[in-house]
């Protein structure tokens, strides 16, 4: 299986919070990991046997702050690469939430809540 590395709009990013998108932030983005994660997915039986590819989205820590809002200690260093995938992406007999959890990864909207917490306690 492999991973199509698909650069994400603003409206995208917002959709895949919608949908509790499984997400990490500062991914490396290389070929190489990039071709691990897709071996991870398979032997962890996150997706179906056969399965050619996935879209992975990804995006800037600097098109995060500006879409949010965030700043000062709340915002994220403007090259930091965020690596996301459609929850509809993962649809083998594997365990996502324990397999998440596990590697440190997170759901999108979550982040996003978060984050919206700590700017509202950084604006007061």
């Known amino acids: 299986m492999k991973l199509n590395l698909i650069t994400a709009d603003e409206n995208k990013i917002k959709e ?3 949908r509790s998108a499984f997400t990490w932030e500062g991914m490396d983005l290389s070929d190489q ?3 691990e994660i897709a071996q991870v ?3 962890e039986k996150l ?3 056969g399965k050619e590819t996935i879209d ?3 995006w800037s820590g600097a098109v995060m702050n500006a879409l949010y809002g965030l700043t000062g200690e709340n ?3 403007d090259d930091l690469p965020f690596l996301s995938f459609d929850i509809d992406s993962f649809d083998g007999e594997g365990n996502l939430n324990v397999f998440k959890m596990s590697i440190g990864a997170r759901w999108l909207d979550d982040i996003i809540r978060n984050n919206e917490l700590n700017q509202q306690e ?3």
């Open 75 to 77: 915002a994220y260093p």
């Open 16 to 18: 895949l919070a919608a």
């Open 33 to 35: 990991n990039l071709a």
């Open 56 to 58: 992975a989205y990804t």
């Open 47 to 49: 997706v179906k046997d």
């Open 41 to 43: 997915f398979c032997t």
């Open 122 to 124: 950084l604006d007061k």
